[in-house]
């Protein structure tokens, strides 16, 4: 009896909760309610409108899609309200997974609902259900080639090793095809032949290779650069000619004889809708050939004799896949979206611009499963800018000031300390500033400016502001006016910061700024016991004009002056596309183990072998469009002999 009582009581409780979610998800009212919110672009808002009625979710629409555009378009956020949106309206749910690949956007669009749900009388908590995972294990096989990740270097793979006649597999944990290089701007291409880019600049490939080397100081694998210079170019052709790409003329980018980068043209089609109809036009070269998005790769299959049978990996619905076939290309995008691999690799977790979905788990498995090799796992990444160490926007300022911070991080004019205090670059050096400032060794660097730099800012605005503080957002209307009738969400230059004042109070509250009347004072602040010393041999070098350390310009050697009211810390932190070392391979793009040797039938493309080219001293260097040229160049060569060493196979165990 006593049993029966504690079942009913059990059931009739469970009957309550489930009633009381039915009348807590009934209490929101109907009606549509518009939010404005923040995703991928951390500067430029969007809208979402949020439908209810009868107590559930009867629509979600994005209304103004603001910021959320890539450079040429919005692929990210629409793979976003193609997936993310209906499995919150059918789960009925706030609970559900991001979008992998548009993770922000996601954010956004969930907050959006969640704002919603408060603005209509509900609670936010009630609407948190997460749908069950699938168990199931599906096989495939028949495969001659399984690309991993389908960006720039995994579409190049996919459709060369079609075009050898192979059949091939890809997959990719996003949601769409593209990844981070849809954020970018073109690949370095030395020498192509394609009307459509000629320039009328030829680069000397032997003199652009020895500068290549000499700038690594021979650390790098020569045969690598010269793999890339010889073969850039012909790979830009193929793009252009066969797959049907579109480039701008070459041109130099922070080199003036290196007319090697190949900006993309997107008058007629987007990056990203040039990758689609690059695969789309391979995978119907076979009835066989077939790619499928959401499905992450987790590990790599081996054979007895340590060769790689396949792949496994795990679908957004939790599906289990084991896909086989003789030869695997990793184009997984390196390792930047994992905390703990770029905490052993550099002893702290990085920031990045690119995509988070590349999280190294296809590298890892291939460094532990198949005793993989790397090469320069340490080296500083593909980095165009620092930021502060929080992304906040301050309430009340002009919306393009709340970049300031950020801007002044990067400027020329300030002392750059690493979080001991200490100098460690020409800030005004020639490598970008957040490259220089990655050297630093440290998560942060602190900018070190006095009060009469801020006050000038409040007065004058900046001389110039660096490029990529309204780049990398596209807050510029005069570069996107797809995006912006104006330019409140750019930071200008001669524009007076007039709400300075707030600006540094909300600055200091998001701990992006540290304020004090001395230098020993901000030093113990900041926890930087150099900085006393630093600031004492920096105001030396701008007094007499000369800056014997690191050779800084003198026109940039601005002092710091106590005096002047206050001295700030701006605690900044580079971000990155992407890490930059990675796997060890040969001029086959063969991946090779700790010992040298070939692992058959493993291949890594991009920036899962990027590290070939540079040194764990020098990092990324930017000759123009070097990443992205890699990505194309390996990962064209991969695909072809992928291709020929996975048909060989499958050949003979069919023979046998």
């Given at each position: 009896m006593?049993?029966?009582?504690?079942i009913?009581l059990?059931?009739?409780?469970?009957?309550?909760?489930c009633?009381?979610?039915?009348?807590?998800?009934?209490?929101?009212?109907?009606?549509?309610?518009?939010?404005?919110?923040?995703?991928?672009n951390?500067?430029?808002?969007?809208?979402?409108?949020?439908?209810f009625k009868?107590?559930?979710?009867q629509?979600?629409?994005?209304?103004?899609?603001g910021?959320?555009?890539?450079?040429?378009?919005?692929?990210i956020?629409?793979?976003?309200?193609?997936?993310?949106?209906?499995?919150?309206?059918?789960?009925?749910?706030?609970?559900?997974d991001?979008?992998?690949?548009?993770?922000?956007s996601?954010?956004?669009?969930?907050?959006a609902?969640?704002?919603a749900i408060?603005?209509?009388?509900?609670?936010?908590?009630?609407?948190?259900?997460?749908?069950?995972?699938?168990?199931?294990?599906?096989?495939?096989?028949?495969?001659?080639?399984?690309?991993?990740?389908?960006g720039?270097?995994?579409?190049m793979?996919?459709?060369?090793?079609?075009?050898?006649?192979a059949?091939v597999?890809?997959?990719?944990?996003?949601?769409?095809?593209?990844?981070?290089?849809t954020?970018?701007s073109?690949?370095?291409?030395v020498?192509?032949?394609?009307?459509?880019?000629?320039?009328?600049?030829?680069?000397?490939?032997?003199a652009f290779?020895?500068r290549?080397?000499?700038?690594?100081?021979?650390?790098?694998?020569?045969?690598?650069?010269?793999?890339?210079v010889?073969?850039?170019?012909?790979t830009?052709?193929?793009?252009?000619?066969?797959?049907?790409?579109q480039?701008y003329?070459?041109?130099?980018?922070f080199?003036?004889?290196?007319?090697?980068?190949?900006?993309?043209?997107?008058?007629?089609s987007?990056?990203?809708?040039?990758m689609?109809?690059a695969?789309?036009?391979?995978?119907?070269?076979?009835?066989?050939?077939?790619?499928i998005?959401e499905?992450?790769?987790?590990?790599?299959?081996?054979?007895?004799?340590?060769?790689?049978?396949g792949?496994?990996?795990?679908?957004?619905?939790?599906t289990?896949?084991?896909?086989?076939?003789?030869s695997?290309?990793?184009?997984?995008?390196g390792?930047?979206g994992?905390?703990?691999m770029?905490?052993?690799?550099?002893?702290?977790?990085?920031?990045?611009h690119?995509?988070?979905?590349?999280?190294?788990?296809?590298?890892?498995?291939?460094?532990?499963?198949?005793?993989?090799?790397?090469?320069?796992m340490?080296?500083?990444?593909m980095?165009h800018?620092?930021?502060?160490?929080?992304?906040?926007?301050?309430?009340?300022?002009?919306?393009?000031h709340?970049?300031?911070?950020s801007?002044?991080?990067?400027?020329?004019?300030?002392l750059?300390?690493?979080?001991?205090?200490?100098?460690?670059?020409?800030?005004?050096?020639?490598?970008t500033v957040a490259?220089?400032?990655?050297?630093?060794?440290?998560?942060?660097?602190?900018?070190?400016?006095?009060?009469?730099?801020?006050?000038?800012?409040?007065?004058?605005?900046f001389?110039?502001?660096?490029?990529?503080?309204?780049?990398?957002?596209?807050?510029?209307?005069?570069?996107?006016?797809?995006?912006?009738?104006?330019?409140?969400?750019?930071?200008?230059?001669?524009?007076?910061i007039?709400d300075?004042?707030?600006?540094?109070?909300?600055?200091?509250?998001?701990?992006?700024l540290y304020?004090a009347?001395?230098?020993?004072?901000?030093?113990?602040?900041?926890g930087a016991?150099?900085?006393?010393?630093?600031?004492?041999?920096?105001?030396a070098?701008?007094?007499?004009?000369?800056?014997?350390?690191?050779?800084?310009?003198?026109?940039?050697?601005?002092?710091?002056?106590?005096?002047?009211?206050?001295?700030?810390a701006?605690k900044?932190?580079?971000?990155?596309?992407?890490?930059?070392?990675a796997?060890?391979?040969n001029?086959?793009?063969e991946?090779?183990?700790?010992?040298?040797?070939v692992?058959?039938?493993?291949?890594?493309?991009?920036?899962?072998?990027?590290?070939?080219?540079?040194?764990?001293?020098?990092?990324?260097?930017?000759?123009?469009?070097?990443?992205?040229?890699?990505?194309?160049?390996?990962?064209?060569?991969?695909?072809?002999?992928?291709?020929a060493?996975?048909?060989?196979?499958?050949?003979?165990?069919?023979?046998?």
């Open positions: 006593k049993k029966f009582m504690a009913l059990i059931g009739t409780l469970i009957l309550t909760l009633c009381g979610m039915a009348g807590a998800e009934a209490a929101v009212a109907d009606g549509t309610y518009e939010e404005t919110v923040y995703g991928n951390y500067t430029i808002p969007f809208k979402v409108a949020v439908t009868d107590g559930k979710i629509n979600i629409e994005v209304t103004d899609r910021g959320e555009w890539a450079e040429y378009d919005d692929s956020l629409q793979s976003a309200i193609d997936t993310f949106i209906p499995r919150i309206i059918e789960a009925q749910s706030i609970g559900v991001a979008t992998t690949g548009a993770t922000m996601s954010a956004g669009i969930r907050n609902v969640r704002m408060e603005e209509a009388g509900g609670n936010p908590s009630d609407w948190q259900s997460k749908p069950e995972k699938r168990t199931e294990t599906v096989v495939v096989d028949g495969y001659d080639v399984i690309v991993v990740g389908l720039a270097s995994g579409v793979a996919y459709c060369n090793a079609a075009d050898a006649g059949r597999f890809g997959l990719d944990a996003a949601a769409r095809i593209g990844g981070t290089s954020q970018v073109g690949p370095m291409a020498n192509p032949e394609s009307e459509s880019v000629q320039s009328g600049m030829t680069v000397d490939a032997e290779k020895a290549w080397k000499e700038d690594t100081a021979g650390a790098a694998k020569d045969e690598l650069i010269d793999l890339i010889d073969k850039s170019g012909e830009l052709d193929y793009a252009i000619n066969e797959l049907g790409y480039f003329p070459t041109m130099p980018f080199y003036d004889d290196l007319a090697v980068w190949a900006t993309y043209n997107c008058e007629e987007s990056i990203h809708d040039m689609v109809a695969i789309e036009s391979r995978k119907a070269l076979n009835e066989k050939n077939d790619y998005l499905l992450k790769g987790t590990e790599i299959l081996k054979n007895e004799d340590g060769s790689v049978a792949v496994k990996a795990v679908a957004y619905d939790g289990t896949y084991e896909i086989y076939a003789p695997v290309i990793l184009c997984t995008g390792f930047g994992s905390a703990q770029t905490k052993d690799a550099y002893g702290y977790p990085i920031r990045l690119g995509m988070y979905q590349n999280d190294g788990t296809m590298l890892s498995s291939a460094i532990n499963d198949m005793n993989a090799g790397t090469f320069s340490s080296s500083a990444g980095c800018s620092g930021r502060t160490a929080n992304l906040v926007r301050i309430d009340g300022v002009t919306p393009g709340n970049k300031a911070l801007a002044i991080a990067n400027n020329y004019d300030i750059a300390v690493n979080e001991n205090g200490a100098r460690f670059a020409n800030e005004a050096g020639s490598m490259e220089n400032y990655w050297r630093g060794g440290t998560q942060f660097y602190y900018a070190i400016v006095d009060q009469a730099y801020m006050d000038n800012l409040k007065e004058n605005g001389d110039s502001v660096y490029m990529m503080i309204n780049s990398q957002d596209f807050s510029n209307s005069e570069w996107y006016p797809f995006i912006s009738e104006n330019n409140e969400y750019a930071l200008l230059e001669n524009d007076p007039t300075m004042d707030a600006l540094i109070e909300g600055s200091i509250e998001a701990k992006n304020r009347s001395t230098v020993a004072e901000l030093a113990e602040m900041i016991p150099e900085l006393v010393s630093t600031v004492e041999a920096y105001n070098a701008c007094e007499s004009g000369e800056d014997s350390e690191f050779g800084k310009d003198a026109m940039f050697l601005r002092n710091i002056d106590e005096s002047s009211g206050a001295v700030y701006i900044a932190a580079p971000y990155c596309y992407s890490t930059n070392g796997l060890d391979v001029e086959n793009i991946v090779l183990d700790a010992e040298g040797n692992i058959p039938g493993l291949y890594a493309c991009g920036t899962d072998s990027m590290g070939v080219f540079f040194t764990e001293e020098t990092g990324y260097i930017d000759y123009g469009g070097v990443a992205h040229g890699w990505c194309f160049t390996s990962g064209k060569i991969a695909g072809a002999n992928a291709a060493y996975g048909m060989e196979r499958n050949q003979a165990a069919e023979a046998a």
